[in-house]
DNA sequence: TGCATATATTAACAGTGTTAATTAATTTTG
DNA sequence: CAAAATTAATTAACACTGTTAATATATGCA
């Protein structure tokens, strides 16, 4: 039944067409902007065909979303080799900073825009998120392997997980989302660094804090 | 000339009603499911009628992102009374998330959503965000006081300022997102607060964080 | 060859924000 | 007071959106 496989693979062949032009779109123009008749138009299909790949639009959405998490895990597991838990705690979140300076788009997807974690809620309410919480588990190990060196003593592993997580979301959203543009244009008298440059900036001074402790 | 002036009252009146009403919706159900015809058959005109009114949606929306500022406002400026800086940077780091969790669509409308900053960037260049900046100073003065009492020394006020402001905000979106909700169900071996309570306790462990420099 | 199945398409529905043209009401002016 | 001018509100329309049902087309199998 040799036949039956190539069809297969040009089913899935086609659904990662499909993925590649929402992506494509969506990168350009993001997420409001990349409709389904335009993601039909870039890979000439009529519209009607990506919803015999894809059952909506969010679950295109949340297709991209696992990809966006490859990513940022590709460049999180590269910082295995600081031994240091502490050092790679902090290299994890420049990493992380840098990700999100580097994908906008893929960031707000991942961790700004409700409708992907929504669709998980509705339609995987089991297994919920594996790509995610791969992520997250490899920054559960760095606090823990803090713990033991020292650090962050007699607290939560997970609450230290989530607060560290928290900084530099927060730090990045409010990047994306341009509200520290506008503030920090008001904050002239305080010599601030401009731009991406202010991000690692506030990391740094977050940095200070923690060197204090131990 | 009373006409006039009553004219320009009924005017008055008629863009609050057309914001009332998009409150009542926006809150209800959602900024995008708040549709220019649903806010205009809640007062009984034509849509097109909002549009002699308010230039478009994003107006209204940046109308409704003003209101909420004034809300956060008046909840932080009732903290002046807590006399010790530091404390007093505790205590606007609570009541700033106890408003995100009590109005989480006004929050994502204020911090999580592009559109009403994109507007100001687009349609008020200049002034830029004057019910922002206002909650911004009472932050930085409240950090400058910290300063004075012997926290954060030799560090950027308005660094420290920024960086207070990420963490809460982080620890909110990241809740509003759902985004704890699917990685706390995974750290049941954690013994972690539920829901709302796991917010406070994250911030908490930042206070310790916080608790351990002077 | 004929039938069944999977695949893709067209047509359509119910919405969206927004603008131009038109009507109704009100005020100002001759 | 009546006519003209201004203002306010409406209807109709455009160009979209996501999505579904009904229809056509091509393919594999007996």
């Given at each position: 039944?040799?036949?039956?496989?190539?069809?297969?693979?040009?089913?899935?062949?086609?659904k990662a067409k499909i993925l590649e032009a929402a992506k494509k779109l969506f990168v350009k123009e993001g997420y409001e902007a990349t409709s389904i008749r335009k993601i039909a138009?870039?890979?000439?299909?009529?519209?009607?065909?990506?919803?015999?790949?894809?059952?909506?639009?969010?679950?295109?959405?949340?297709?991209?979303?696992?990809?966006?998490?490859?990513?940022?895990?590709?460049?999180?597991?590269?910082?295995?080799?600081?031994?240091?838990?502490?050092?790679?705690?902090?290299?994890?979140?420049?990493?992380?900073?840098?990700?999100?300076?580097?994908?906008?788009?893929?960031?707000?997807?991942?961790?700004?825009?409700?409708?992907?974690?929504?669709?998980?809620?509705?339609?995987?309410?089991?297994?919920?998120?594996?790509?995610?919480?791969?992520?997250?588990?490899?920054?559960?190990?760095?606090?823990?392997?803090?713990?033991?060196?020292?650090?962050?003593?007699?607290?939560?592993?997970?609450?230290?997980?989530?607060?560290?997580?928290?900084?530099?979301?927060?730090?990045?959203?409010?990047?994306?989302?341009?509200?520290?543009?506008?503030?920090?244009?008001?904050?002239?008298?305080?010599?601030?660094?401009?731009?991406?440059?202010?991000?690692?900036?506030?990391?740094?001074?977050?940095?200070?804090?923690?060197?204090?402790?131990?």
């Amino acid at each position: 039944m040799g036949i039956k496989e190539r069809k297969e693979r040009h089913k899935e062949d086609l659904k990662a067409k499909i993925l590649e032009a929402a992506k494509k779109l969506f990168v350009k123009e993001g997420y409001e902007a990349t409709s389904i008749r335009k993601i039909a138009a870039e890979i000439e299909f009529s519209p009607t065909t990506i919803y015999l790949y894809y059952k909506d639009k969010t679950d295109i959405a949340y297709a991209l979303h696992q990809e966006g998490f490859s990513l940022l895990r590709e460049r999180l597991s590269a910082l295995i080799y600081v031994e240091q838990p502490f050092e790679r705690l902090k290299a994890m979140g420049r990493a992380y900073i840098q990700f999100a300076l580097d994908h906008p788009d893929f960031y707000e997807l991942m961790f700004i825009m409700k409708e992907p974690m929504e669709y998980l809620q509705a339609h995987h309410p089991e297994e919920d998120w594996p790509e995610g919480e791969r992520v997250f588990d490899g920054l559960i190990q760095t606090v823990e392997a803090c713990q033991k060196a020292g650090y962050f003593v007699d607290m939560n592993t997970a609450e230290v997980a989530m607060l560290s997580w928290s900084v530099v979301h927060g730090l990045c959203s409010l990047h994306i989302t341009s509200h520290f543009k506008h503030i920090a244009e008001k904050c002239s008298s305080y010599a601030l660094p401009e731009h991406e440059a202010l991000l690692e900036s506030i990391f740094q001074t977050y940095i200070r804090l923690l060197d204090g402790l131990k």
